[in-house]
Structure formats: structure tokens, C-alpha cells
């Protein structure tokens, strides 16, 4: 079974504080990605790795960037919080294609709602 | 530019009524589409389509492919109060090895 947790459930910040949120998968994938999610908005992808020390922006990735140090997890850095960074902010990682299974379907943790006062 | 098109936006029904949940895409080198159902917190995954016109079903829930008209529905039936929450579709563009998000469709439904 699938598991992918994340730092906190919730988390509030001022503007200005360095924010970092944790995410860990259980489940040896080789592809991690971090999206945030907002009213009307959808969720967009901020930032994706496919391997240990890989990263690739995603569709929104200013203000933001990540570290994978290790395979199992990967950390969204907000380097200087803005109240326009408060949102819900969900994990997901899923299988290469290498390893011969269907890589398409990815696997949420629980999301981490950031507010930014 | 990618885009998905999720309609209706939001929806309310009573309990025992059928849904049909709409998705147009237009995405590059296409090669599968995911269904997901999100109630308070993380998506949990529904289907993944890859061939046009072959039904996944699992329970109350369907959903059909179509590659010529590219779009997708995912269809309710005898809809129940656990059914309520944002269901999300999301094509997976072979170029670019994501995930590509629609806005979501909010299903309430109630007693």
C-alpha cells in the first residue's frame, strides 16, 4: 500500500519566514512531484524530480525551490513567504517507466495547508 | 498549450440520482488519462484510461475514453451522500512526463 506522508497537516507563517514543507514516500519511487491547489485555480505542479539530486520546474515554480537528497523524499523551500504562497499544498510521487509498470498514476499524501499572515 | 477543460464546475444532486462528469483535453503526445476523487484532503485515484471506448467500472463509478473527441466522462450512478467531493481529471502528456490538472468538478449530493 501506497504511502505518502507529509511534514504538517497545517502550518502558519509570517511574511518574510523561511517555510519548508517535508514530503516521504515508503514505496521506492523514483518520481516525486509538489503542486499547490487553490479555489478555482486546480491543482498546478511547482516543482518535480525524477531521480535523487534531480529537479524539474514545474508550471509555477517562482518563489519556490526544492532539495531530493534522498530518494524517498523531497522538500518544498519557500525561501521568503508571501501571503500570495497561502494555499494547500499537496505531494505526489509515482513509478518510472523503467521499472516496467505503468508510471502514469501518482500517489497524493494528505496536503499541508500554508497560511502566510 | 495544455489545457483541460473540466465542466460542469460544480453540481448538486439527491441521494439515488446519476451523474455524468465531463473532461475535454487537448494535450500533447496524450497517452493516458486519470480520474482522481478528492474529499477533504489528498486525491485518492479512481481510473486510468488509456484505449478509447473500453469501460473501467469499479462499483457505483464508470468511466469511458474518447481519443476522437478527446474527452472523457466519468459517470455516478445511484449517487450516495459519500460521493460528495472535488473529482479531478488529469490527462498524462508523453512530452513532458506530467500530470496535467483540471480546475475539478464539485459533486454535492444530498439526502
Known sequence: ?117 | EDKVVQSPLSLVVHEGDTVTLNCSYEVTNFRSLLWYKQEKKAPTFLFMLTSSGIEKKSGRLSSILDKKELSSILNITATQTGDSAIYLCAPYSGNTGKLIFGQGTTLQVKP
Open chain 1, 1 to 117: 500500500d501506497v504511502k505518502v506522508t507529509q511534514s504538517s497537516r497545517y502550518l502558519v507563517k509570517r511574511t518574510g519566514e523561511k517555510v519548508f514543507l517535508e514530503c516521504v514516500q515508503d514505496m521506492d519511487h523514483e518520481n516525486m512531484f509538489w503542486y499547490r491547489q487553490d479555489p478555482g485555480l486546480g491543482l498546478r505542479l511547482i516543482y518535480f524530480s525524477y531521480d535523487v539530486k534531480m529537479k524539474e520546474k514545474g508550471d509555477i515554480p517562482e518563489g519556490y525551490s526544492v532539495s531530493r537528497e534522498k530518494k524517498e523524499r523531497f522538500s518544498l523551500i519557500l525561501e521568503s513567504a508571501s501571503t500570495n504562497q497561502t494555499s494547500m499544498y499537496l505531494c505526489a510521487s509515482s513509478l518510472n517507466v523503467a521499472s516496467g509498470t505503468p508510471t502514469d498514476t501518482q500517489y497524493f499524501g494528505p496536503g499541508t495547508r500554508l497560511t502566510v499572515l
